[in-house]
T-cell receptor
Framework: EAGVAQSPRYKIIEKRQSVAFWCNPI?????LYWYQQILGQGPKLLIQ????????DSQLPKDRFSAERLKGVDSTLKIQPAKLEDSAVYLC???????????FGPGTRLTVT | KNEVEQSPQNLTAQEGEFITINCSYS?????LHWLQQHPGGGIVSLFM???GKKKHGRLIATINIQEKHSSLHITASHPRDSAVYIC?????????FGKGTKLSVKP
């Protein structure tokens, strides 16, 4: 069974530029999560999708972050414009449903200079 | 105060040692995850448990719901076990993560 795929693995941008990350969850997984992990901290949930609907985006900085999950499969997370404090690893995870074990992708390491 | 506290933050061990990482949480939960994160960022789920004990190879996880405490044990540790171990609890359908324990196993 293929795992959660993410791309790119690494990205370096200047502040005020835009960036997009892509996630392909495990086939059949209805729930998809985007997490932000700042160095030295545990991951923080940014947004949770159930199929193509948003379940929880309470911690998503909506003035600069956006995410979508078209057709309930792949998802993209966008930052526009980026700030220095956005430097982090962005993790995508998926699960069959909520309250069930999550499977994580390899993450995208973003550096904003 | 974090809802999930892990100890120790950093741990250095010699190959072959028995290792224990602790996790305490302050809220009622439905289940708890132990996760492993290697340099480079990828996270692997080790265990999800809501009661008792689970074992997989050299890894053992226990949870005491009444005491709001879980432990992850590694027997006969090996340098390839070097990683960050993260405890996360299910709360309201979301995972709340601890800050992780960085383990280094020296040969």
């Amino acid at each position: 069974e293929a795992g959660v795929a993410q791309s790119p693995r690494y990205k370096i941008i200047e502040k005020r530029q835009s960036v997009a990350f892509w996630c392909n969850p495990i086939s059949g997984h209805a729930t998809l999560y985007w997490y932000q992990q700042i160095l030295g901290q545990g991951p923080k949930l940014l947004i949770q999708f159930q199929n193509n609907g948003v379940v929880d985006d309470s911690q998503l900085p909506k003035d600069r972050f956006s995410a979508e999950r078209l057709k309930g499969v792949d998802s993209t997370l966008k930052i526009q414009p980026a700030k220095l404090e956005d430097s982090a690893v962005y993790l995508c995870a998926s699960s069959l449903d909520t309250y069930i074990e999550q499977y994580f992708g390899p993450g995208t390491r973003l550096t904003v200079t | 105060k974090n809802e999930v506290e892990q100890s120790p933050q950093n741990l250095t061990a010699q190959e072959g040692e028995f290792i224990t990482i602790n996790c305490s949480y302050s809220v009622g939960i439905s289940a708890l995850h132990w996760l492993q994160q290697h340099p480079g960022g990828g996270i692997v789920s080790l265990f999800m448990l809501s009661s008792g004990k689970k074992k997989h190879g050299r890894l053992i996880a226990t949870i005491n719901i009444q005491e709001k405490h879980s432990s992850l044990h590694i027997t006969a540790s090996h340098p390839r076990d070097s990683a960050v171990y993260i405890c996360a609890v299910f709360l309201g359908g979301n995972l709340i993560f601890g800050k992780g324990t960085k383990l280094s196993v020296k040969p």
